[in-house]
């Protein structure tokens, strides 16, 4: 069993950046890719990147370029670095699990979330 635990959310003015970071606890992440979510108010789960086991990453077009995703195998973290963010990225943003080390749909183990707003 894998536990989450995201941090780093709070209230930003547009443009601004954020690290959002997630821990694991339970079991080593080496082997599994970490992806990250986000979820606004009336709209379905958004798949933003992840990071595959082997090291390569993967982004939504809707942050590639201003999202990057890293891991801490020693720690057992992984963080969400966003920059130049919108309005638009107000959410709940997720990390999520999965132990196939794709990154594409196996996520089976999800944190409780942390809440960004981003004001204009």
């Known amino acids: 069993q894998v536990q989450l635990v995201e941090s780093g959310g709070g209230l930003v003015q547009a443009g601004g950046s954020l690290r959002l970071a997630c821990a694991a606890s339970g079991r080593t992440l080496r082997s599994y890719a970490m992806g990250w979510f986000r979820q606004a108010p009336g709209k379905e789960r958004e798949f933003l990147g992840a990071?595959?086991?082997?090291?390569?990453?993967l982004y939504s077009n809707s942050v590639k370029g201003r999202f990057t995703i890293s891991r801490d195998n020693v720690k057992n973290m992984v963080y969400l670095q966003m920059n130049g963010l919108k309005p638009e990225d107000t959410a709940v943003y997720y990390c999520?699990?999965?132990?196939?080390?794709?990154?594409?749909?196996?996520?089976?183990?999800w944190g409780q979330g942390t809440q960004v707003t981003v004001s204009s």
């Open positions: 999520a699990a999965d132990p196939t080390g794709s990154g594409t749909s196996s996520y089976i183990y």
């Open positions: 990071l595959r086991s082997g090291g390569s990453t």
